[in-house]
């Protein structure tokens, strides 16, 4: 087991000397008073020892323990003591590593490089301020807010200060009029009196009373804020690589925790409390910049990335950190990145997710809805049928995600005879231009709103789609195009076994009436109607609208050359071929080698044709069927059954299940 020697007195050092400790290093962490003693707790691998040592003790200390290192994380002003360390390692050969305090808040001290960064800083935090700056730098400070509440500045007690402090509006209890310097216990009582939670300094040195004031600042329990960095501690290495750089000195394990983090609609008032704990405990925050913006608090390190691959890849690299968030929007399942994100950090690391309020919950109950009887899509970069959905569901919540989702659907609706369909919007959920509003389709094709946004539609109207196939022919519209009869259409679709998401080509569409049946059993997949006849087209065109089917698209042309530039299909329905059947089977199977195909012939030569094409493609051919049928007509008052031309049903497909 390795031995480190850490000189600690800092938030840092007490950090750095448990972070050691957890991975099995054995640490002596050095502190010079007892109330830094109490900071620690010793355990197995960490024991501390109190009390100030000069370089010669130092030596004598090196000597006795032996380390493979020794850590400086003293204060980044105790610049004696770094210096002692520094020739205490050199004189005696003992390896030696600083730890440098960077810029932003620490738990103890904020170190900024100019006045207007200290501003900046304290523009973002609550609670009084002790300014110690003088009168000079005071009118910059008057960029604060609020600054004639919170702030308490001590200056000169010379007339001409006072009076310019007045002009600003600093006075009464505000305007301290005092010559230092100031001893440690009049800085404490000063901090005491006003409940400054802030002292602002620069780096006065020993002369100027800087001791005294961090001293006083750290008892009282107040941040203090130094402008200017301290010279001579420019070398050194930050929390983050020095972590890194032990871990690859001597071989030390990972600890890493990675945390899904649901942070809610974006703003921390919709984040959980375990979520905001789980934030203020993290080494590092990652996320796209909006999750990062809720998530991250000041001075946190922080990893802008919302790619799972991207995340996985620097989290690899970066072993250092031990407590990661990645947060993520609304709810981690609820159309969130964390399951492709879940599966790739399984493998290397731990990982705990944390819930959130999804957009759902949080709108339906401004909206005063229930949500247990929606149909709940999400159409934020995917394509998601709405339309068909809001047709056939009374009920419809979408995350959306385009400037103009809300127009594009209301224009749709409309279109499609649903204008009177109601669509509450909420825009920008949870933060403070927060935007809900409803009002119907017809009404909002020409809105343009916010690309952060979801919907609930309301259609009373809605007919639920038919849980078989069969629409009777006389619902289509009819013209001299041909279309497959009712009772063959549920056969030949029977035997294409449809999922909810196929993509489904209809080769020689006609009227339609095959397209139309399928559109409504794939509500999430999409259906391509190939046609060249232009009066069939029309046809299409018509009774894509009659039944609202936004996932039927309808494709001008003869096949295969209409197919061309179309997504590979999962299951094709060919009803007629124009003499192409050949080159139409073969532009499918390049496409998709396992597509599922159902050819419907009328004569014996076509039967033949498709046989022999199947057998020369190695398919399979699953079955060969006649549905030969009969209608009844009215003679009088019998019926005599009319028979109709028999139709050959063929169902193929290479490998698989049947």
Avoid at 37 to 49: D, Y
Avoid at 245 to 257: P, V
Avoid at 423 to 447: C, H, M, N, P, Q
Wanted: with cysteine; proline share 4%.
């Amino acid at each position: 087991m390795c031995k480190v020697i850490v000189f600690a007195g800092t938030t840092e050092g007490y950090e750095i000397s448990r972070w050691l400790a957890r991975r099995d290093v054995n640490v002596v962490s050095c502190v010079a008073t007892e109330y830094g003693a109490h900071s620690l707790e010793e355990s197995g691998n960490l024991r501390i020892a109190a009390g100030r040592m000069d370089e010669k003790q130092m030596r004598q200390f090196f000597g006795e323990e032996m380390p493979d290192l020794v850590l400086d994380a003293t204060h980044p002003y105790a610049a004696k003591v770094t210096e002692n360390i520094r020739t205490a390692c050199r004189e005696s050969g003992f390896p030696y590593l600083r730890l440098l305090r960077q810029g932003g808040v620490d738990g103890e001290v904020v170190c900024v490089d100019s006045v207007e960064e200290a501003v900046s800083w304290l523009g973002e935090t609550k609670g009084n301020i002790l300014l110690t700056t003088g009168s000079k730098e005071l009118r910059r400070f008057t960029a604060l807010p609020d600054y004639q509440e919170r702030l308490y500045a001590r200056v000169l007690s010379l007339p001409t200060v006072m009076n310019a402090c007045a002009e600003l509006g600093i006075e009464g209890k505000h305007l301290i009029g005092m010559q230092g310097p100031f001893s440690k216990e009049m800085n404490l009582a000063m901090l005491r009196q006003y409940d400054c939670r802030y002292l602002v300094t620069k780096d006065t040195g020993t002369a100027g009373g800087f001791p005294q004031k961090a001293e006083a600042a750290q008892e009282a329990g107040a941040v203090l804020v130094v402008i200017g960095r301290p010279a001579g501690d420019a070398k050194g290495l930050s929390m983050t690589e020095m972590k890194r750089e032990l871990l690859r000195r001597f071989s030390l394990k990972s600890l890493q925790k990675v945390t899904l983090l649901g942070i809610g609609m974006g703003s921390t008032r919709t984040m959980t409390l375990e979520g905001k704990q789980a934030c203020e405990q993290a080494d590092l925050i990652i996320g796209a910049k909006r999750m990062i913006q809720a998530a991250a608090r000041p001075g946190q390190e922080i990893f802008q990335e919302y790619r799972a691959e991207e995340i996985c890849r620097y989290l690899r690299e970066h072993p250092e950190y031990e407590q990661v968030v990645v947060a993520l929007s609304g709810d981690v399942g609820f159309y969130s990145g964390a399951r492709n994100l879940l599966e790739r950090l399984r493998k290397f690391t731990q990982v705990e997710i944390l819930s959130g309020i999804s957009s759902l919950v949080y709108f339906m109950s401004k909206l005063g809805l229930s949500w247990d009887d929606a149909k709940i899509v999400s159409a934020h970069g995917q394509d998601c049928n709405l339309v068909s959905w809001i047709g056939s569901h009374p009920k419809v919540f979408a995350i959306l995600g385009k400037e103009n989702s809300v127009r594009d659907l209301a224009a749709a609706l409309t279109e499609y005879g649903m204008g009177e369909v109601l669509l509450s919007v909420g825009e920008r959920l949870s933060y403070e231009d927060e935007k809900i509003f409803t009002g119907k389709a017809s009404e909002l094709t020409e809105y343009a709103g916010d690309p952060l946004s979801v919907v609930c539609a309301q259609n009373p109207w809605a007919k639920p789609a038919g849980s078989t196939h069969g629409i009777p022919d006389e619902a289509f519209i009819r013209g001299k195009a041909p279309m497959t009869k009712e009772e063959v259409r549920c056969v030949s679709l029977g035997k294409l076994r449809l999922r909810e998401d196929s993509v489904c080509y209809d080769v020689g569409a006609g009227t339609g009436s095959v397209s139309v049946e399928m559109a409504l059993r794939v509500p999430a997949g999409r259906v391509y109607a190939i046609e060249r006849k232009p009066e069939a087209v029309e046809l299409l065109r018509a009774n894509k609208k009659k039944f609202a089917l936004e996932q039927l698209h309808i494709i001008e042309g003869t096949a295969p050359e209409a197919m061309r530039d179309l997504e590979p299909p999962t299951h094709a329905f060919i009803g007629g071929s124009s003499g192409n059947l050949k080159e139409i089977v073969h532009s499918l199977l390049r496409k998709n080698p396992a597509v599922r195909m159902v050819i419907n012939c009328i004569t014996l030569e076509t039967v033949s044709e498709v046989l022999s094409l199947i057998q020369e493609e190695g398919l399979d051919c699953r079955d060969l069927v006649q549905v030969a049928m009969a209608r009844s007509k009215n003679l009088g008052r019998y019926h005599m059954m009319m028979g109709e031309n028999p139709i050959y049903v063929i169902t193929c497909e290479k490998g698989g299940t049947p």
